[in-house]
Structures are given as C-alpha cells and as structure tokens.
C-alpha cells in the first residue's frame, strides 16, 4: 500500500473554530510531514516528526498544532484561524535512513477554507 | 538560504515533441534532487530522484540531468502527450529532513 490519505478533502471553518486534519499511512515510513500550498505555489514545509518526535517546526503560528499519535497518523489541529491560512494542507511521509528512499509520498490534501 | 528557480512559470509545446523544463539553484549543491509532478488540487507525485555524483537519470520517456558545476537540473520528456499536462517541481533535499521546492512549472501538452 503507497497511498497516504487524508480527511477531510474540503473544510470550511470559521475564525473561531477549532478543527483538526487527519494523515494516515501504512508503508512503515518513519517520518511525516506537513505542507502548505497555496494557490500557483510550491509546497511550503510546515512540521515533519520523525519517529514521532518533532523535528521541525519552521515558525508556524501556534494556530497550527500538530499531532503525531503513532508512527501512521499525523494530525494537524487548527483553532482561531486567519482567512490567509486559507490553502491546501498537504501530508507527506518518508523512509529516511535508505539509499534510495528519500523521496516522499504525499497525500491528497485536504483544502481549507477559513471565513 | 537555498534558492531555487524553474525556468519559465508556464510552458506550452506540442504533442510529439520534447518538453525541458529548468531547474536551477544557488548556494549549497545537494545530494539529491527530484521531480514531482502535481495535478490541480492534489498532491505531489514524486516522478525521479537523481544524486549529486549521477550525470543522468532516465525512465521510460522521463530524463533527469544534474550540472552541479552549474547548478541546475533539466527535466526532459520526450514523446509528450496531452497527458502530460501538469505542473512540475523539483525539489532539493537540504538534509535533516527538509525538502525544498522549485518555483513550479506549468506544462501543457498541445493536440
């Protein structure tokens, strides 16, 4: 199985709200990320956990409040979110430590809309 | 920090021909370089990986090319399709497990 997944595809949330996006993968990859993409783009990093302990956290907003319950779920918890952080959050993971193996998988994506 | 810059932003060729797309970087050389391809609303798909010690890297009608003296990696499809269409992005592993992504390069594929 190469397939990351993630839920929901689409939220609309309020500034308000508190809300979380989930990622799930079952290839044994050790690290996990989390991406934001706005529209015409790149992928910008937000958070990767490896081995489930953060690695990285480039200066994201503690808005975003990322999860990693176990080595195949990753969560990403939003609350009182700006209008800005309107994108598409991407989840990725990878296997690194192999020779070969440094590419990463990303899901689908889940696009967020805050109003 | 690492910059790095895809040619044009948008590149349109017709079917049957060769595309090449430019991937170019500053400072630092990696080890590794990729290629991904990303449809509209969803993510990545990673296409070609190329190490810094590889000249070129070929599969099925995908080449990679890797200049480290001057800093730049060229994508090549060749045969193209209207299948074809999509942006790509290459993306430079800085180590530690940070990915760093190209500007993007909308590709369309003529009929």
């Known amino acids: 199985d190469t397939e990351v997944t993630q839920t929901p595809k689409h939220l609309v949330m309020g500034m308000t709200n508190k809300k979380s996006l989930k990622c799930e993968q079952h290839?044994?990859?050790?690290?996990m990320y989390w991406y934001k993409q706005k529209a015409k783009k790149p992928p910008e990093l937000m958070f990767v956990?490896?081995?489930?302990?953060?690695?990285i956290n480039e200066s994201v907003p503690s808005r975003f409040s990322p999860e990693c319950p176990n080595s195949s779920l990753l969560n990403l918890h939003l609350h009182a979110l700006q209008p800005e952080d309107s994108a598409l959050y991407l989840c990725?993971?990878?296997?690194?430590?192999?020779?070969?193996?440094?590419?990463?998988?990303f899901g689908p994506g889940t696009r967020l809309t805050v109003t | 920090s690492q910059k790095i810059e895809q040619n044009s932003e948008a590149l349109n060729i017709q079917e049957g021909k060769t595309a090449t797309l430019t991937c170019n970087y500053t400072?630092?050389?990696?080890?590794?370089l990729q290629w991904y391809r990303q449809d509209p609303g969803r993510g990545p798909v990673f296409l070609l990986l190329?190490?810094?010690?590889?000249k070129e890297k070929r599969k099925e009608r995908l080449k990679v090319t890797f200049d480290t003296t001057l800093k730049q990696s060229l994508f090549h499809i060749t045969a193209s399709q209207p299948a074809d269409s999509a942006t790509y992005l290459c993306?430079?592993?800085?180590?530690?497990?940070?990915?760093?992504f190209g500007t993007g390069t909308r590709l369309k594929v003529l009929a």
């Open positions: 990725a993971s990878s296997q690194p430590g192999q020779s070969d193996s440094y590419e990463q998988y």
């Open positions: 290839m044994g990859h050790r690290a």
């Open positions: 956990y490896s081995y489930e302990k953060l690695s």
């Open positions: 400072n630092y050389s990696p080890a590794y």
């Open positions: 190329i190490r810094e010690n590889e």
């Open positions: 993306a430079l592993y800085s180590g530690t497990y940070k990915y760093i």
